[in-house]
């Protein structure tokens, strides 16, 4: 069991300094199975640089709406489906995500006339056809609303649970932090979210939490609890929640260099004496032993 860090970046500001991150995304790979969790800007590009196949991703899980968290979707959706054939989605999230499939890919839809263009063109359907081997359908979705904290889904030797202990820098905005539970271990992964006690219960005894990290410190206008994450907070949590590896991401542009990520460290472990680890684009981790792959 491993997680790969498909994008470590933190909210919508854009600055030269932090072009090499992209937007929020992690596979977790068990039993076999890719679990994909959010979907941020060049999603697809980094599930390929590591060397993923995209038609292989068959749950897609989405923390919140926010749209640094969604905006790679259409590529996401599309291009494996001209590519690869991928025709099938399965996809959990918060209300509202029903609406934003249908928007982006049902009938009427912002992608509709792409999608009729290629589906429905003898000549577009022969060309994908040759090249995936199959025949040309619309993209499908089944789509699950989380309405309340339990079991989302199960697979061979795992299962996905939800929670809605984040409290999100947009309180009125739904967020949801999902927990990977199998035989090899577990994985938490938070979305947006302050430093919070329901985190800390949900997280409870977990291999590896992969948390919210986008500020500093609690000053200012961060003073206030929910307002996302700072190292200091986050070895708290941790430590907390006896978890065994610590992951921060959603790496903010005002926190994005050298000085600051490396200062990170000695501020965790004032309360966390596990592995602590700064996300960056692509990094594989172990879940059983927390070790970089």
């Not at 499908?140 to 904290?149: H, L, M, R, Y």
């Not at 079991?151 to 739904?174: M, N």
Request: net charge negative; charged share 25%.
């Amino acid at each position: 069991m491993k997680v790969v860090m498909i994008g470590t970046s933190g909210g919508i500001g854009l600055d030269i300094g932090n072009v090499d991150r992209a937007g929020p995304a992690v596979i977790v790979e068990t039993e076999g199975d890719l679990l994909l969790f959010d979907a941020g800007r060049s999603v697809l590009q980094n599930v390929l640089k590591s060397r993923y196949d995209p038609a292989a991703i068959d749950h897609l899980f989405l923390t919140h709406l926010h749209s640094d968290h969604i905006v790679g979707l259409p590529d996401l959706v599309l291009s494996p489906w001209i590519t690869f054939g991928k025709d099938q989605w399965n996809v959990y999230g918060p209300k509202g995500t029903r609406r934003l499939i249908d928007a982006l890919f049902g009938p009427g839809g912002a992608f509709d006339d792409d999608i009729v263009t290629r589906s429905e063109s003898p000549s577009s359907r022969k060309l994908i056809g040759s090249r995936t081997g199959k025949s040309v359908n619309r993209p499908s979705f089944e789509v699950t609303e989380i309405s309340k904290p339990g079991t989302v889904c199960k697979g061979r030797d795992w299962e996905v649970v939800a929670s809605f202990a984040p409290k999100h820098v947009q309180p009125w905005l739904t967020s949801i932090a999902f927990r990977v539970n199998s035989s090899k271990g577990s994985v938490v992964i938070t979305g947006d979210t302050g430093p919070h006690q329901d985190i800390i219960d949900f997280a409870k005894g977990c291999s590896v939490l992969i948390h919210d990290c986008t500020i500093k410190d609690r000053k200012g206008i961060y003073a206030h609890q929910l307002v996302h994450t700072d190292p200091k907070s986050l070895g708290w949590v941790a430590a907390q929640a006896e978890v065994k590896t610590v992951i921060a991401t959603h790496i903010a542009r005002r926190v994005d260099d050298p000085e600051t990520l490396a200062s990170f460290e000695a501020l965790v472990a004032e309360s966390f004496s596990g592995r602590f680890l700064v996300a960056e684009d692509l990094l594989k981790v172990d879940v059983a032993t927390g070790d970089v792959l």
